[in-house]
């Protein structure tokens, strides 16, 4: 798949779930590789920061594929375009295998807080908590999921489908309905987009709401995810830009003096949330935040000014 071809993807939502699309987005950067005409150090690391940009530039709310990028062309500093390219596919590959490892920690972390018997609630459309659906089904337990459809693409949909696959009983609901999915529910577990400095979830619009019904209710709310999801630029007063995507998704010809907002996600109070659940470990917000910057150091190597 060319380079052009991944934006594209990305750009228009044929790539769900945040860690897929930095997965996508790092993998492009060896078409860039390929595509470039430059012969020269100088040129191809032109090449790649102009596609870095691109890619930033596809997704607003998206710090895991900027993390991801960023880490890949950090410290690239090499004689010959032999050894640039072979060293950016070796971190391209790095981070193709911590993706991968992460899931399946965070998979094995999560999936011990379904118990047999429960109901989960869910909402979007989420790869990370599909996985750990699927290793709690794969330990044997017996549970049912609960989901939203998720206007205006319905995201749900794919995420209900999915659950049904994997054998697991799933309920699906519309979007006004989240109160009567919850009550009955024992546990939410969403994704995460993004979280800043002040532990603020940044997920699908409706998710702050739902956690509010959870709260009340006293269910416990957890946003799995993988530490790379932190937003750096945050610690710097930055705040995390909030996706706003075009009314026609939600009413393709409204009538004169009808404004449509079609916000995509929505920051969810790290007091609404019970933990996050990530390869480091379950962690209350401001906690989970500390371990991000001993974890990661790199992340943290900006200057304010």
């Known amino acids: 798949m060319s380079f052009k071809e991944t934006v594209n993807r990305i750009k228009n939502l044929k790539v769900q779930g945040a860690e897929n699309?930095?997965?996508?987005?790092v993998k492009s950067l060896k078409e860039v590789i390929k595509?470039?005409?430059s012969k020269n150090i100088?040129?191809?690391?032109?090449?790649?920061?102009?596609?870095?940009?691109?890619?930033?530039?596809?997704?607003?709310t998206e710090?895991?594929?900027?993390?991801?990028?960023?880490?890949?062309?950090?410290e690239l500093d090499y004689d010959n375009p032999i050894e640039l390219t072979k060293a950016l596919c070796l971190k391209v590959d790095e981070v193709l295998?911590?993706?991968?490892?992460?899931?399946?920690?965070?998979?094995?972390v999560g999936s011990r807080k379904i118990k047999n018997g429960s109901v989960v609630f869910t909402h979007c459309h989420s790869s990370t908590i599909l996985k750990i659906l699927k290793e709690a089904k794969k330990q044997g337990k017996r549970f049912e999921v609960h989901n939203t459809e998720t206007r205006p693409l319905y995201q749900g949909r794919v995420t209900a489908k999915e659950v049904a696959k994997l054998g697991i009983p799933v309920t699906h609901f519309v979007d006004a309905a989240a109160r009567f999915a919850l009550k009955k529910a024992d546990l939410m577990l969403i994704g995460a987009d993004a979280i800043t400095t002040e532990g603020k979830i940044i997920n699908k619009i409706g998710s702050e709401l739902y956690a509010e019904i959870a709260n009340k209710y006293d269910i416990p709310v957890y946003a799995c995810t993988d530490s790379w999801k932190f937003d750096t630029?945050?610690?710097?007063?930055?705040?995390?830009?909030?996706?706003?995507r075009?009314?026609?998704e939600i009413w393709k010809n409204p009538?004169?003096?009808v404004t449509v907002d079609n916000f995509a996600f929505e920051k969810v109070s790290p007091d609404l949330i019970t933990g996050i659940i990530s390869e480091l470990g379950i962690y209350k917000p401001h906690i989970f935040i500390q371990e991000i910057r001993n974890n990661n150091k790199w992340m943290f190597k900006k200057h304010l000014f």
């Open 246 to 248: 075009k009314g026609k």
């Open 255 to 257: 009538p004169k003096g």
């Open 21 to 25: 699309v930095a997965i996508e987005a």
């Open 63 to 74: 710090p895991c594929m900027r993390n991801a990028l960023n880490y890949v062309m950090h």
């Open 42 to 60: 100088s040129g191809i690391l032109a090449d790649l920061y102009h596609a870095k940009n691109i890619l930033f530039l596809t997704r607003p």
């Open 97 to 108: 295998e911590r993706f991968d490892k992460n899931q399946r920690i965070i998979a094995q």
């Open 233 to 244: 630029e945050t610690i710097f007063g930055y705040e995390e830009e909030i996706e706003e």
């Open 35 to 37: 595509e470039s005409k």
